[in-house]
């Protein structure tokens, strides 16, 4: 009795360990520069890092990782978002994108990032709730 009880509890540490560490990597953190001229990715973890370094040296001056788009003004209906074109940049672990165009001050700006996105962790495989498809992660900058 005593080794099938044993046995429960490591079983439960173990899962519980597994199921902790997972949640604990942190995103990149996405912000703009001091100056608003560009926007800053930082905070990736290894294996991220070399994602993005592989993207940026088969392809500078796109980056199918990150998106950023204008978001259209709340008054504005018939308008979409529009993509903003520029070039990303690679400063030791942080990705830079600078636009062709300068931000606009007061307006919105939406980016797209698949940069450290997962399937899902260990604590969601077990709970059955894993998505199938890849979801970017999103954030609103405003200038």
Do not use: H, W
């Not at 994602?51 to 504005?76: C, F, I, P």
């Not at 700006?109 to 698949?114: A, K, T």
């Amino acid at each position: 009795m005593f080794k099938s009880l044993f046995k429960f509890s490591v079983f439960v540490v173990i899962t519980s360990v597994i199921i902790s560490c997972s949640g604990t990597n942190n995103k990149p953190t996405i912000k703009f520069s001091r100056d608003s001229t560009s926007i800053i990715i930082k905070n990736f973890d290894e294996a991220s890092l070399m994602q993005v370094r592989n993207a940026y040296s088969k392809q500078a001056n796109s980056n199918n990782l990150v998106t950023v788009l204008r978001q259209a003004g709340e008054l504005d209906s018939l308008q979409d978002d529009i993509l903003v074109s520029g070039k990303f940049k690679m400063y030791g672990d942080s990705l830079v994108f600078v636009p062709e165009k300068p931000f606009i001050e007061g307006k919105n700006y939406l980016i797209e990032s698949f940069i450290d996105v997962q399937f899902g962790n260990a604590g969601k495989l077990i709970s059955g709730n894993a998505n199938y498809n890849l979801k970017p992660q999103k954030q609103i900058l405003k200038r």
